[in-house]
C-alpha cells in the first residue's frame, strides 16, 4: 500500500506571494490533517478535514486555508507569504476522525520564503 | 490549554545504554496515547501505543510505561542504537480533539 504523499517536496518563494501544497492519503484513509514545524514552535496542528470538511483548526491565521477533495487527496494554501512561514509542512492521513487513531505522515514540503 | 510535555527538548545517551523519554498530558479523558519517532528528512513514524486501561506495553526495544495518577508516560529504549537518533513525541488530543505534538524531545546517541 502506498504512503503518504506530498508535492512538490521543495518550494522557494517570496513575499507576498501564494502557494498551494498537495496531500495525497493512503487509500482509504478519509482523514487528512496538516501541521507545520518549525524549529522554534515545533510540530503545530494547522487543520484536519475528513470527508470535505474541516472538522478541526489550529490557531493560525486566515491566510492558512485547506480543502479536502471527494477522493480525500487535500490542499493547502497559504496567502501572502511571510519570512515566517517558512517551515516544513507535513500531512498525515488517518482511518478515521473523532478517535484517536494512528496518524501517517508524508514525507513533507519544505516552504522557505525569501 | 492543553500541556504537552516532554520534560527535557534534548537527551544524550551513550550507544548501547538504555534511554528514557518522558512525556506529561493534563487532559484526565485522555485514553489512548501513541508515542512517535521523527527521523531527520522525515514525517513523524508511529512506535509503539498504549491505552488508558493498561499500565505498560512493551514492544521491539521499546517498552512504554504510563501511569494515569500523575499523567505521565514514559518511552524506554534498550541498548540505544544510532538509528534511534531522532526527535520523538507523545502527543495527547485535547479536549477540542486536536493532537498536541509540541517540540518533542531530541534524542543524541553518543558514541
Known amino acids: 500500500k502506498a504512503g503518504v504523499t506530498q508535492t512538490p517536496r521543495y518550494l522557494i518563494k517570496t513575499r507576498g506571494q501564494q502557494v498551494t501544497l498537495s496531500c495525497s492519503p493512503i487509500?482509504?484513509?478519509?482523514?487528512v490533517s496538516w501541521y507545520q514545524q518549525t524549529p522554534g514552535q515545533g510540530l503545530q496542528f494547522l487543520f484536519e478535514y475528513f470527508s470535505e470538511t474541516q472538522r478541526n483548526k489550529g490557531n493560525f491565521p486566515g491566510r492558512f486555508s485547506g480543502r479536502q477533495f471527494s477522493n480525500s487527496r487535500s490542499e493547502m494554501n497559504v496567502s501572502t507569504l511571510e519570512l515566517g512561514d517558512s517551515a516544513l509542512y507535513l500531512c498525515?492521513?488517518?482511518?478515521?476522525?473523532?478517535?484517536?487513531?494512528?496518524?501517517?505522515f508524508g514525507p513533507g514540503t519544505r516552504l522557505t520564503v525569501l | 490549554g492543553e500541556s504537552v510535555g516532554l520534560h527535557l527538548p534534548t537527551l544524550s545517551v551513550q550507544e548501547g545504554d538504555n534511554s528514557i523519554i518522558n512525556c506529561a498530558y493534563s487532559n484526565s479523558a485522555s485514553d489512548y496515547f501513541i508515542w512517535y519517532k521523527q527521523e531527520s528528512g522525515k514525517g513523524p513514524q508511529f512506535i509503539i501505543d498504549?491505552?488508558?486501561?493498561?499500565d505498560k506495553r512493551q514492544g521491539q526495544r521499546v517498552t512504554v510505561l504510563l501511569n494515569k495518577t500523575v499523567k505521565h508516560l514514559s518511552l524506554q529504549i534498550a541498548a540505544t542504537q544510532p538509528g534511534d537518533s531522532a526527535v520523538y513525541f507523545c502527543p495527547p488530543k485535547d479536549r477540542d480533539d486536536k493532537i498536541i505534538f509540541g517540540k518533542g524531545t531530541r534524542l543524541h546517541i553518543l558514541p
Open positions: 498504549i491505552r488508558s486501561n493498561m
Open positions: 498525515a492521513s488517518s482511518l478515521s476522525s473523532g478517535t484517536y487513531n494512528e496518524q501517517f
Open positions: 487509500s482509504g484513509h478519509r482523514s
